[in-house]
């Protein structure tokens, strides 16, 4: 299995190479020349299989470098329902990301013959389904830097979701070490706590002075120092990483085996997206062979790829149109992951790929409105929706009501759009990102109470603390990575 670059830089990498990195050399993003095919046989063979089995299945169509008993030992630590633990009373916390029926809908919510069910992906130690793939990079870069004798300074800003997921990935883990810088007094006192709690002497809390976006101008600094990076051996986990999209593929292949009973049956996906990383791992689970009907892309007010997929019109926001919502892991203005999407959409045309993506940088967008590209959304499967504050309220409420569960903001405009693209008879699985314990203010605001919380956070917040806080200041910044690095 070698992988290309969507933007056509000749040199085929293997999974291991492209690893430990983030963008090819053309600033394309990998893909894998061919995409491996799995059987309606071969499926029906993998129903009695663990997740942690089913992985090492699919996984191993993709990665020819790592000795099969080594990967199948990565991903039997990883996918274990100790790590996964946060599930709700009554899922079954061995399927490791458990389904759970809501009920039979029809169309907007009424009663109906089509199962609208919830995948549950949150079961991890952050509460959100970054840790699916998080998890396995931590345990897959261990093991890569072990065995080439290396060391990785992971460097990154954080709002909240992904920088906690990638602390405890990589918590513990030899030869690596985080950096993760965030808005001093910016994140709720639950994710300040979650990060900050952390007592492993390779974790390196950084409360910088400032919002979000000096956080992220210091990391982008440190990395354009070129002498500095390679010196300190700087490296970023960013949802561009091929080994995360792999990672995500897994578990739409085992939603579809908890939700049907044989060959041949098709089910929907409904995921709440941002940068496009956990539906685009929908989609090349479709293209092995996967029998997925729709895959609905559902995004807040920051809608961009729902414009993009009701018109053929992409239009990347600048960041101060980026709006900030109670849905904020999906508040982007331009998908990262989108480029791999749109390489299949062109026909895997690299030529074709690089001009639009020069279109994008000049002219803020590209406009494939009435070409056949763009009509292959629909052989694709993709459809799309948005939601807002005010549908997000509305759904809370009328989950807790209907089927007495809570669920949190993001997977709330998840099941918003999902049920404006119901197919009667075909199961609608949506994806839960997170769990409602992150995001309180909006449960107090739809329901009035506190939102429940897994019996592992409670009292969290009273833990001993761990951090730094520092100057928005790269050369600060700069200094304490040396300092605790040695290099
Ligand atoms: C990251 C995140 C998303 C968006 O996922 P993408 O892969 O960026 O599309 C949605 N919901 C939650 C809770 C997240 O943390």
Redesign the pocket.
């Known amino acids: 299995m070698k992988y290309q670059s969507t933007r056509g830089h000749r040199m085929p990498q293997t999974f291991s190479e492209i690893l430990l990195g983030g963008l090819a050399p053309d600033g394309g993003l990998y893909l894998p020349e061919v995409y491996p095919q799995v059987s309606a046989d071969e499926l029906e063979a993998w129903r009695e299989l663990s997740y942690a089995d089913l992985a090492f299945e699919i996984l191993s169509r993709f990665c020819d470098d790592i000795p099969a008993a080594d990967l199948r030992a990565l991903t039997g630590k990883t996918y274990t329902p100790e790590v996964y633990c946060n599930a709700r009373p009554g899922d079954n916390i061995a399927d490791i990301t458990p389904l759970r029926l809501l009920g039979e809908e029809g169309a907007d919510g009424a009663d109906g013959k089509t199962p609208l069910h919830l995948l549950g992906l ?1 079961n991890g130690p952050t509460l ?3 840790d699916m793939a998080m998890q396995l990079l931590g345990n897959l870069f261990e093991y890569a830097l072990t065995r080439a004798g290396q060391e990785l300074n992971i460097l990154g800003a954080t709002s909240g ?2 920088g906690s997921a990638a602390e405890y990935a990589m918590r513990g883990k030899r030869g690596i070490r985080v950096f993760m810088l965030s808005p001093h007094n910016k994140m709720s006192a639950f994710q300040t706590a979650q990060m900050f709690s952390l007592q492993d002497e390779n974790i390196f809390n950084l409360a910088i002075e400032g919002v979000f976006d000096d956080c992220q101008d210091i990391v982008k600094a440190v990395s354009n120092d070129l002498d500095y990076k390679a010196r300190q051996k700087i490296g970023t986990v960013n ?1 561009i990483n091929w080994a995360r999209v792999v990672a ?1 593929v897994v578990y739409y292949f085992k939603g579809w085996l908890l939700a049907t009973s044989g060959p041949g049956q098709k089910v929907s996906f409904c ?10 791992a929908g989609h090349i689970a479709r293209m092995m062979g996967l029998p997925i009907d729709k895959l609905v892309v559902a995004t807040n007010e920051n809608d961009v790829l729902d414009e993009f997929f009701r018109t053929g019109v992409y239009r990347v926001r600048k960041s101060a149109e980026t709006y900030h919502t109670s ?1 904020p ?2 508040d ?1 203005s331009k ?1 990262s ?1 989108f480029e791999r999407f749109v390489f299949d959409l062109l026909g895997q045309d690299a030529g074709k790929l690089a001009a639009l993506f020069r279109d994008l940088d000049t002219n803020g967008g590209f406009d494939l409105r009435g070409t056949p590209e763009f009509e292959r959304i629909r052989e694709f499967g993709f459809v799309s929706g948005r939601s807002t504050h005010a549908d997000r309220v509305a759904t809370i409420r009328d989950l807790s009501s209907r089927y007495g569960i809570t669920i ?1 903001t ?1 997977t709330a405009d998840g099941v918003k759009v999902a049920r404006e693209h119901l197919t009667p008879g075909v199961p609608m699985l949506v994806l839960e ?2 769990l409602p314990a992150k995001f309180a203010d909006t449960i107090r605001e739809a329901l009035g109470r506190e939102p429940e919380r897994p019996a592992s956070f409670e009292g969290i917040e009273a833990l001993p603390q761990r951090f730094q806080v520092m100057a928005a200041d790269a050369s600060l910044v700069k200094a304490y990575i040396a300092e605790h690095t040695g290099l």
Not at 271 to 280: A, K, T
Request: proline content about 4%; charged content about 10%.
């Open positions: 949150s959100a389904f970054k979701d992904t949802s995500q995921v709440p997206s941002g940068n496009f990383g956990n539906v685009c849905s892991s999906m982007i998908a992951n949190d993001h990102t997170a």
